[in-house]
């Protein structure tokens, strides 16, 4: 049970009323221990936290910065938006992902999405505040990003594996000026989600889609590339044979290598 459950359980047990109740767990987050863990153990990574402004929670997420990162330089930044029930740092893990913007001279930041299964913003949740904190979330730690760091404004780039694939649809619609390009790996968006609504807000971003054939998600995932290519969109497709929905793309080095290449050919169209 989570800590507001709990407290709202307390409060009727002990006859207290409803407006008491609600005054008692309306700033309580619908939060767990285990959403804050990390499970990436690589010196690379900055595991970092700051004060969450709508419910001043302290909130992890992780920063990798290249050793090339110069401040007088603008730098390209990646953010990364994790699967279901994953840590905030997960990303962090995908083989090759450090070492590949390493290389290309990528700062990449994770963060959490609030909790674990906030679906950022992409779902109505059991608690709604859970989906509108984790959208929140995820453009805090952008505005803090860039606060910090100089970053290029013209390369900016937000991608995500599975939740993060549906959670990078929704924050590119709602934010279509912010990015330059966006990567989906095995994007769990929910089937009746308005497919043409979405893409039209998004239709002049660049955008790099990646499925396995054995993976549940992708007859939903061809219909979506359909109506990028109905749209006219800037996109490429990768549907890997034998591919499943998880490996295909975390444990697999090459098939992360797309995701930086495409970022490193796209900048933002005016």
């Not at 005054?23 to 285990?34: C, G, K, P, V, W």
Request: net charge negative.
């Amino acid at each position: 049970m989570t800590t507001k459950r709990r407290i709202t359980a307390l409060c009727r047990l002990l006859g207290l009323g409803l407006a008491l109740m609600f005054l008692s767990t309306e700033s309580l987050a619908d939060r767990q221990t285990s959403d804050d863990e990390s499970h990436i153990d690589d010196p690379r990574i900055q595991h970092r936290s700051y004060t969450f402004p709508a419910t001043s929670e302290t909130i992890p997420y992780a920063l990798f910065v290249p050793s090339t990162y110069n401040e007088g330089d603008a730098a390209p930044l990646i953010i990364s938006l994790h699967g279901l029930g994953r840590s905030y740092d997960w990303l962090m893990g995908y083989h090759g992902f450090l070492d590949q913007a390493e290389a290309s001279g990528y700062i990449v930041v994770t963060p959490l999405g609030y909790i674990r299964r906030g679906w950022f913003g992409s779902r109505v949740t059991e608690d709604p505040d859970d989906a509108k904190y984790s959208e929140q979330d995820v453009m805090e730690v952008l505005s803090r990003v860039r606060d910090e760091f100089t970053i290029d404004n013209d390369r900016i780039y937000l991608w995500g594996h599975s939740m993060g694939g549906a959670g990078t649809y929704h924050i590119a619609a709602k934010y279509p000026d912010l990015f330059a390009g966006l990567g989906v790996a095995a994007p769990a968006p929910e089937r009746d989600h308005p497919i043409e609504a979405t893409l039209e807000r998004i239709k002049h971003l660049p955008i790099f889609v990646l499925q396995g054939d054995e993976d549940g998600l992708v007859t939903l995932t061809r219909r979506w590339v359909a109506k990028m290519q109905e749209l006219g969109m800037q996109h490429v497709y990768v549907e890997i044979p034998g591919g499943d929905h998880s490996l295909v793309i975390s444990q697999n080095s090459q098939h992360m290598q797309k995701f930086v290449d495409f970022f490193n050919i796209v900048r933002k169209r005016y």
